[in-house]
Nanobody, 117 residues
Framework: QVQLVESGGGLVQPGGSLTLSCAVS????????IGWYRQAPGKERELVAVVTSGGSTNYAVSVEGRFKISKDNAKNTVYLQMNSLKVEDTAVYYC???????????WGHGTQVTVSS
């Protein structure tokens, strides 16, 4: 059974930094595309960053240059380092794992990130 546990959210001032973690249980980690999504109040969920099983990364234009996604295969954990945070980055951030070459995917429960002075 696959479980995703996100952590690291919180309240931060504009310009600050946070690092989110997504720990993935089960044997799916090494054969999956793993992404961070976010959903702000009244808005649709959007892709923030993704890392493939091969290590390639991709970012939303709005976060490129400020956010960095990485993974630790030994810990089955994906990180999202967020720098230069803006008020508009405020959202619930979700981890998503999709098994390669399938439409099988899993979501975490989300972690709240609030950027406010």
């Amino acid at each position: 059974q696959v479980q995703l546990v996100e952590s690291g959210g919180g309240l931060v001032q504009p310009g600050g930094s946070l690092t989110l973690s997504c720990a993935v249980s089960g044997s799916i980690f090494s054969n999956s595309r793993i992404g961070w999504y976010r959903q702000a109040p009244g808005k649709e969920r959007e892709l923030v960053a993704v890392v493939t099983s091969g290590g390639s990364t991709n970012y939303a234009v709005s976060v490129e240059g400020r956010f960095k996604i990485s993974k630790d295969n030994a810990k089955n954990t994906v990180y999202l380092q967020m720098n230069s945070l803006k008020v508009e980055d405020t959202a619930v951030y979700y981890c998503n794992v999709r098994r390669d070459f399938t439409e099988i995917y899993y979501w975490g429960h989300g972690t709240q990130v609030t950027v406010s002075s």
